[in-house]
């Protein structure tokens, strides 16, 4: 699908720098490979030419540059709405007359080398005054265009604004509420440290009491096997008080009533026995007593688990905050 559009610009020849001339352009579909009109002013004499594809084709091959690149510098050249430097225009003959007819020719400066982009022959227009009256009501129509599109980018500039200060806003409630949020945590996680705390001390001090009462329990034990068992004196001092009765009226030629210490010593020695068996009883008490360390021992650590995972939950913000809703 082609459509027409249309430039219009200002231009200068290289040989009258100070005059302007103004060159309205019109082309169908999306450049100029298709072929152009032009229309050349100064005010008050118009010159009216064409361009055809085929012409644009020969001086494209005429150059030996690909067709792109020739439409491109020749749409830069023509229709660029600001003056550039690296394009300049000539005009023959100069000055040239209301009759008579022109060639208008476009060049390219690369590195101090001008080569010539295209000519174009432009007839005299009968009535230039109509010509340039098209010009200008061209001129008035994209001014007001660009006024409409101006007027339509502050529209939006206003409404991207008011959308900036509201976004703005809302984000410095949300930093607000975060602030809070925080602040009502923290104090929450600080009141469950401190019941836990609390309750890791309890559990101290329970582990410290059941500590101290195995000890007790302990050498309680130890001295209950080691003095619990009763001597030959106190069996024989027990069972000679129901003799003495017969002995009521003592003679001191009876040898009878004379207590014999050397059989009761005999007799304990018989119950406590070889030495070799105190020796193992000891050895038996200090193995208690080493499995009832090592069972406190396991008790403490056990303990010492319990506080450690206790103290690992209160650290938690997450299952802190979860848990105290």
């Given at each position: ?95 040239p ?28 227009v ?19 265009k660009?006024?409409?599109h ?28 975060v ?18 705390k ?36 106190e ?54 007593r ?36």
């Amino acid at each position: 699908i082609r459509w027409m559009n249309t430039s219009v610009r200002e231009i200068h020849l290289s040989s009258q720098a100070d005059f302007s001339y103004f060159l309205r352009v019109d082309w169908e579909g999306r450049g100029l490979g298709f072929g152009f009109k032009l229309l050349l002013t100064d005010g008050q004499k118009a010159w009216r030419g064409k361009v055809s594809e085929a012409v644009v084709n020969e001086e494209a091959e005429e150059l030996e540059m690909a067709k792109e690149k020739y439409i491109q510098d020749l749409q830069q050249a023509l229709t660029e709405p600001e003056l550039s430097a690296s394009y300049c225009f000539t005009l023959k003959p100069h000055p040239p007359t209301s009759s008579c007819t022109v060639t208008l020719t476009y060049e390219k400066m690369q590195k101090g080398i001008s080569f010539k982009l295209g000519s174009v022959l432009l007839d005299a227009v009968e009535e230039p005054a109509e010509a340039v009256r098209a010009v200008l009501i061209h001129t008035l129509q994209q001014g007001n265009k660009l006024q409409q599109h101006n007027h339509k980018l502050k529209e939006e500039n206003q409404r991207l604004i008011q959308e900036h200060q509201y976004i703005t806003e809302k984000l410095k409630h949300y930093a607000d509420g975060v602030e809070t949020l925080k602040a009502e945590l923290y104090s929450r996680f600080v009141l469950l440290l401190n019941e836990k705390k609390t309750k890791i001390r309890s559990l101290q001090e329970a582990l410290t009491k059941l500590q101290e009462r195995r000890y007790q329990t302990a050498d309680h034990n130890s001295e209950a096997d080691e003095y619990g068992g009763s001597t030959d004196e106190e069996q024989s001092t027990g069972t000679s008080h129901p003799s003495s009765k017969d002995s009521a009226t003592p003679s001191p030629l009876n040898l009878r009533d004379i207590t014999d210490v050397a059989p009761c010593r005999k007799r304990r020695f018989r119950h406590l026995g070889p030495p070799e068996l105190a020796v193992k009883k000891n050895e038996q008490s200090s193995v208690q007593r080493k499995s009832i360390q090592i069972e406190n021992k396991a008790a403490v650590s056990t303990t010492q688990k319990i506080c450690l995972h206790i103290i690992n939950t209160a650290f938690r913000p997450d299952l802190l905050y979860y848990k105290s809703l």
